[in-house]
């Protein structure tokens, strides 16, 4: 089982920076492959970003695609998301979670943070 903790929300305004870290407690953080997602109110969760187990790829939804950079360091069990440009549409609880199949589907992920909320004010 792993237990992961989402830290690094807050609020910022538009065309600023947050970077997101996704602490990971458990046993071989190393094996799964990481993701990132969001939900803002009213509308479903969705893909945002994954990495494999071993940093060698990375794959961004469009909306993040040039913004968002994903990377972890699995020596400390962390996964991070470094969001630069944001914009208020990026508001949201922002949620890693691990899985053992490469995939940007959300039933394919095992475990869950409990996510971070972002808010972009314009």
């Known amino acids: 089982q792993v237990q992961l903790v989402e830290s690094g929300g807050g609020l910022v305004q538009a065309g600023g920076s947050l970077r997101l870290s996704c602490a990971a407690s458990?046993?071989?953080?190393?094996?799964?492959?990481m993701g990132w997602f969001r939900q803002a109110p009213g509308k479903e969760r969705e893909f945002v970003a994954r990495?494999?187990?071993?940093?060698?790829?990375?794959d961004y939804a469009d909306s993040a695609k040039g913004r968002f950079t994903i990377s972890r360091d699995n020596a400390k069990n962390t996964v991070y998301l470094q969001m630069i440009s944001l914009k208020p549409e990026d508001t949201a609880v922002y949620y890693c979670?691990?899985?053992?199949?490469?995939?940007?589907?959300?039933?394919?992920?095992?475990?869950w943070g409990q996510g971070t909320q972002v808010t972009v004010s314009s």
């Open positions: 458990g046993r071989a953080f190393a094996s799964y492959h």
């Open positions: 990495i494999r187990r071993g940093g060698d790829f990375t």
């Open positions: 979670a691990a899985t053992g199949v490469p995939s940007r589907a959300s039933h394919d992920y095992l475990y």
